[in-house]
């Protein structure tokens, strides 16, 4: 028996009975209004946990939103959700709008209606055109919804605000260096406003202009991670964008399909309202966890890089670094039991780090229901209780009474041999249940001994 194998099953059998002396599980509580994965969660300052981006489906139509549910908040003592306004796209025309009907709960593209003021005429979705609608003029906002945000990481500023940093951006987007801030007070984001640029005597175009205040972000980032300190200071950390090509016409950009993967972190000084590099983390990645432990330093766990051309294989890390912003240093700690992709952590009422969910991060690796919790104290490992679905690109929140939240991701592709047997199955309702994105939402109380 080689040591490798010795160590693991040594962690095997600690976990089995680090497993059963746990009496917290995983808890259903209400469910989003739509399933999403690739979406990031922060808890406010208000108590509530706020959810943004993401790419959003509706599983009984089997729909692919693009932006109009960017925006959510769960309110943990009423366990309930809500649709807030979307995070901002594009100008719209001076006539066109875009309107929240909380009858429909759906939003509707409208158009003013001449020689009627206050009134105006739908005209998207399909279901709605030519409606006459009267809506107050506070209602309506005149950027569209087409900024997603797949692959988006926010973070909750010093002044409260909630900062939307990176993402795609729009449907098939290249990576965004773009920070948004909402204000949860007022439930609103940035003002927008429509700039025309002259490029040359006999061509011009229109461009929104978000008016934040707040510099872009020094590279443009998807599928990274933001981690606020406590003297409000935010870094954000890895993800990849794709490269650009500039084409001839009006000095737009287009994808090459080809992708720079990041190991660069960059601090948001809010007192200076300047961005700057730290020093970088020792490898490439995306999709990994990171969490502000209690000692104040940022705790990184697993994630990836780029897969390889030939043979398809991702290197997918079981590394755990530590990174001292005081000091600008970085460290390895003890790795994890298995490398892991595409998941989420979050700090538990015991000053333990929860990882969970992800995947091996290979073609066709399925999403895992596994929970390891890391001890920084000890700088020890052990299993934790598995959540009740496997779930990849999930979110992850903890609130001050101890509760994790693990929100949305997607099961889709973890249960392989049920997925064989409705190949054989003709009739939708005879068909077996093999994963989808997620709308549900689970509940792990770490303050339960």
């Known amino acids: 028996?080689?040591?490798?194998?010795?160590?693991?099953?040594?962690?095997?059998?600690?976990?089995?009975?680090?497993?059963?002396?746990?009496?917290?599980?995983?808890?259903?509580?209400?469910?989003?209004?739509?399933?999403?994965?690739?979406?990031?969660?922060?808890?406010?300052?208000?108590?509530?946990?706020?959810?943004?981006?993401?790419?959003?489906?509706?599983?009984?139509?089997?729909?692919?939103?693009?932006?109009?549910?960017?925006?959510?908040?769960?309110?943990?003592?009423?366990?309930?959700?809500?649709?807030?306004?979307?995070?901002?796209?594009?100008?719209?025309?001076?006539?066109?709008?875009?309107?929240?009907?909380?009858?429909?709960?759906?939003?509707?593209?409208?158009?003013?209606?001449?020689?009627?003021?206050?009134?105006?005429?739908?005209?998207?979705?399909?279901?709605?055109?030519?409606?006459?609608?009267?809506?107050?003029?506070?209602?309506?906002?005149?950027?569209?919804?087409?900024?997603q945000g797949d692959g988006v990481a926010i973070a909750v500023g010093r002044d409260g605000r909630i900062y939307w940093t990176g993402s795609k951006g729009f449907w098939k987007g290249s990576g965004e260096n773009i920070v948004l801030p909402y204000d949860p007070v007022t439930m609103k984001w940035a003002k927008t406003i429509s700039k025309r640029i002259h490029y040359s005597p006999h061509s011009y175009g229109d461009r929104t202009v978000h008016q934040t205040g707040i510099p872009s972000m020094l590279e443009r980032r998807i599928d990274h991670e933001a981690v606020t300190l406590p003297d409000g200071r935010i870094f954000v950390i890895g993800g990849y964008y794709e490269i650009t090509r500039e084409l001839i016409k009006n000095r737009q950009y287009s994808g090459t399909g080809e992708t720079e993967f990041l190991n660069s972190i960059e601090c948001y000084d809010p007192v200076k309202n300047t961005w700057e590099f730290k020093k970088p983390m020792s490898g490439k990645r995306i999709l990994f966890a990171a969490v502000l432990g209690r000692d104040n330093k940022i705790y990184i766990f697993g994630g990836g890089d780029k897969s390889d051309k030939t043979t398809g294989k991702r290197l997918v890390y079981n590394t755990t670094e530590v990174y001292d912003p005081e000091t600008d240093t970085w460290g390895y700690l003890a790795p994890m039991p298995e490398p892991r992709f595409s998941v989420s952590g979050a700090l538990g009422a015991d000053g333990r780090i929860y990882i969970m969910g992800g995947s091996q991060g290979q073609r066709g690796s399925p999403p895992l229901k596994d929970v390891f919790i890391y001890d920084p104290v000890a700088d020890t490992w052990e299993k934790g209780p598995s959540m009740q679905l496997p779930r990849s690109t999930l979110a992850a929140v903890s609130t001050p009474d101890g509760k994790i939240y693990a929100i949305g991701g997607t099961d889709a592709g973890a249960y392989k041999f049920k997925h064989a047997i409705n190949y054989f199955l003709t009739k939708d309702k005879d068909k077996l249940y093999d994963g989808k994105v997620q709308e549900t939402v689970e509940m792990l109380d770490t303050a339960i001994k």
Not at 12 to 31: N, Q
Not at 33 to 58: E, F
Not at 111 to 135: L, N
Request: charged share 25%; hydrophobic share 35%; with cysteine.
């Open 1 to 147: 028996m080689t040591a490798k194998t010795i160590v693991n099953t040594i962690f095997l059998l600690l976990s089995i009975f680090t497993a059963d002396c746990i009496s917290a599980e995983w808890k259903y509580v209400a469910p989003m209004p739509n399933g999403r994965y690739g979406h990031d969660a922060v808890l406010g300052n208000d108590g509530k946990i706020y959810v943004m981006g993401g790419g959003v489906y509706d599983n009984i139509l089997i729909r692919r939103y693009v932006g109009e549910f960017s925006n959510l908040v769960y309110d943990p003592v009423k366990n309930i959700w809500k649709v807030l306004e979307p995070v901002p796209g594009k100008i719209k025309s001076p006539n066109e709008y875009i309107y929240y009907d909380t009858a429909e709960k759906f939003w509707i593209a409208v158009k003013t209606i001449k020689d009627r003021p206050g009134y105006y005429k739908a005209y998207w979705p399909k279901k709605q055109i030519d409606r006459i609608i009267q809506i107050a003029p506070e209602k309506l906002r005149n950027t569209g919804y087409q900024r």
